[in-house]
Structures are given as C-alpha cells and as structure tokens.
Nanobody
Framework: QVHFVESGGGLVQPGGSLRLSCVASGSSMWRYAIGWYRQAPGRQRELVASISTLPSTKYADSVKGRFTISRDDTKNMLYLQMSSLKPEDTAIYYC???????????WGQGTRVTVSS
C-alpha cells in the first residue's frame, strides 16, 4: 500500500503558474507508474499526466504543452509544473498510481487549484 499527500495548490490568475508536489509513503514509489488526477466540481476524476518508471510521460490533450510531470524516486516525490493556467483547470488535484498499469491505492486529500481573476 502507498499513501500520498499532495500540496502546492492555491488561487492563481489565468495565465499563471503553480507547482504541485506529492510525497508517497508506505512503499517505494519507483516500482509504479504514477499520475496526477484532477476532479472538477460535478465531474469525474480524470488522469491529466502520468510518468512511468522508465521514465516516460503522457498527458491529457487538455494539458499537453502546459503541464510537466516529473518524479524524484530518491525522495519518493512527484511533481506537476503547471503553466498558462486556465479557469477550466480549476479542480482538486490528486496523485496516485496510473490506473492503466494497475489498481489505484487509497486516495489522499488532494490539493485544490483555483484559476480565477
């Protein structure tokens, strides 16, 4: 079992940037492909970025070119650099195992990102 704690969210104006962080505990994160998910009000949780153990990355079309995912397995940390933020990026962001590679672990509290002027 892996536990995740997300941080770094906040209120930002459109066009701004934020860097999200996620620390994993309970097991070595290097074993897993890990992703950032988000859930906007009234919508289902969606995977927006993922990084494998190679590492290789993949992004949802909605964030491609604006978000960058990275990992530091020595620190069990996952990051999401977000730039050119749009109001539609407003959501609670979570990290977890990429569901394409296996069952997700329990969900953390997430970190809220609000993009608004």
């Amino acid at each position: 079992q892996v536990h995740f704690v997300e941080s770094g969210g906040g209120l930002v104006q459109p066009g701004g940037s934020l860097r999200l962080s996620c620390v994993a505990s309970g097991s070595s994160m290097w074993r897993y492909a890990i992703g950032w998910y988000r859930q906007a009000p009234g919508r289902q949780r969606e995977l927006v970025a993922s990084i494998s153990t190679l590492p290789s990355t993949k992004y949802a079309d909605s964030v491609k070119g604006r978000f960058t995912i990275s990992r530091d397995d020595t620190k069990n940390m996952l990051y999401l650099q977000m730039s050119s933020l749009k109001p539609e990026d407003t959501a609670i962001y979570y990290c977890n195992r990429d569901s394409a590679y296996g069952t997700t672990f329990s969900w953390g509290q997430g970190t809220r990102v609000t993009v608004s002027s």
